[in-house]
């Protein structure tokens, strides 16, 4: 079967994300969500939190609930993560969310998932996001160390002198695309052997 997920970007510090949950795996998510977008607007929703989850949002000053779950927290939300340790609690914020028409991701329950969070690299303005469909968290985990490790931390410089040629490069955007392809062609075939 073919993976038929769309990969987008979202500008995060656009939009309401609520986490509900505030262990472990809330924390994990919390931490590559604010690495990703530290200027993410975020609320968590929980009880208590994790030393580890209390430090981030001490760090970041993040909003913070200290409250049980109720659907009313989803209001003028546009992203919830449902990370609690009670599946009966997780499957109710996923039914919520579709009420309230609120795009959710259970976490380690892809059938109730409308999106994954899949593993990413950031090199500057170069950023890759790799999914396995929610099958293989741990292969994803892989492929983004191979290329963190493979990719130059310069790579913010190549992408930054191609901005620059795309503005000065004349024509229209079939002319455009077409120079710019011929030049990042050349690039490619020149690269060093030991990449």
Do not use: W
């Not at 994300?17 to 530290?38: N, R």
């Not at 950023?127 to 741990?138: R, V």
């Not at 130059?152 to 392809?181: A, F, M, W, Y």
């Amino acid at each position: 079967m073919a993976n038929e997920l769309y990969p987008i970007f979202l500008k995060l510090e656009e939009l309401q994300l609520l986490i509900v949950g505030g262990g472990k795996v809330a924390h994990e998510k919390l931490k590559f969500l604010l690495k990703s977008s530290p200027k993410v607007c975020v609320t968590i929703l929980s009880p208590e939190l994790s030393l580890e989850t209390a430090a981030l949002v001490s760090k970041f000053g993040l909003k913070v609930v200290l409250s049980n779950y109720e659907s009313g927290y989803l209001r003028n939300k546009n992203i919830v993560i449902a990370a609690t340790n009670d599946r009966e609690i997780n499957r109710r914020i996923y039914e919520d969310a579709k009420v309230e028409g609120v795009l959710v991701n259970v976490v380690d329950t892809p059938a109730l998932c409308d999106f994954y969070l899949g593993a990413i690299v950031t090199k500057g303005d170069l950023k890759l996001a790799i999914s396995t469909n929610g099958n293989s968290p741990i292969l994803a985990k892989r492929l983004r160390q191979f290329f963190e490790d493979v990719l130059p931390d310069d790579s913010e410089c190549l992408v930054n002198n191609l901005g620059e040629l795309r503005q000065l490069i004349g024509g229209n955007l079939s002319e455009k695309i077409r120079r710019l392809n011929t030049l990042t062609q050349d690039f490619v075939h020149n690269l060093p052997e030991s990449l």
